[in-house]
């Protein structure tokens, strides 16, 4: 008796180079695929809401442009009518025309005080340099000293020093010293300003300011434009 012969695949009888893939296999890789495709779209939507919750990032704020208004009050800044160094009050030339003087209408210069009013309140940025030369030998100029240039604020009967410069003098010295310093300070309308040379009581003959350029000595002040809506008190 002959055994029953098994039914074979009409695919394994064709040649092995034409034999067709099968279908299943077709729409496994079409299925995932899809689902590749399906779930880079879920995740591309969930990124994109949430982008859209997310808080903006703060932009840097650009400073504000000073208008006409500020730039006219833009400051003063004057020089000293004298150049000897002792205990005293400086005495400053305030009049326009005059080289390195800056001076408007928000601030008014009392000749008997000797002290700048300022007339609009607000941050003020104030400064000064304090520039000395020797005025004899080397050796006249060697003993040790102190000068002190110090601005004060006087507001309502008070006084109180807001800034101050101190130039040391010995041999070490050289035979012209000058040094710049400035500070922020709020200051209110009626406020005023004086600037002290301060000796210490002790006779300097052989210096005295530096005026060569005119320039070298000066005090001022400008009101910042941030303050401009800073209400007087």
Known sequence: MTAPQRSQDP???????????????????????????????????????????????????????????????????????????????????????????????????????????????????????LAVKCIGDKLSCSKPQTVKLIIYQLSRDTRSPVLTISLHLSSNSEETMSKFSAVLRPLKKGDSLCVKMDTNNTDIENWQLDQTDKKDNFFGLFKLPSSAESADQ
């Open 11 to 129: 695919e394994s009888l064709l040649p092995a180079g034409s034999r067709r893939a099968c279908p299943c296999r077709s729409l496994d890789w079409c299925l995932l695929l899809g689902l590749c495709a399906l779930g880079a779209a879920l995740l591309a939507l969930a990124l994109f809401s949430a982008w859209r919750v997310l808080p903006r990032p703060l932009e840097t704020p650009e400073p504000p442009l000073a208008s006409p208004r500020m730039r006219k009050e833009a400051g003063a800044q004057m020089m000293p009518t004298s150049a000897v160094i002792k205990d005293r009050v400086m005495e400053f030339d305030h009049l326009q025309g005059i080289d390195g003087v800056v001076f408007n209408s928000h601030f008014n210069y009392h000749d008997i005080s000797h002290a700048l009013e300022v007339k609009v309140g607000g941050l003020y940025f104030i400064y000064a340099q």
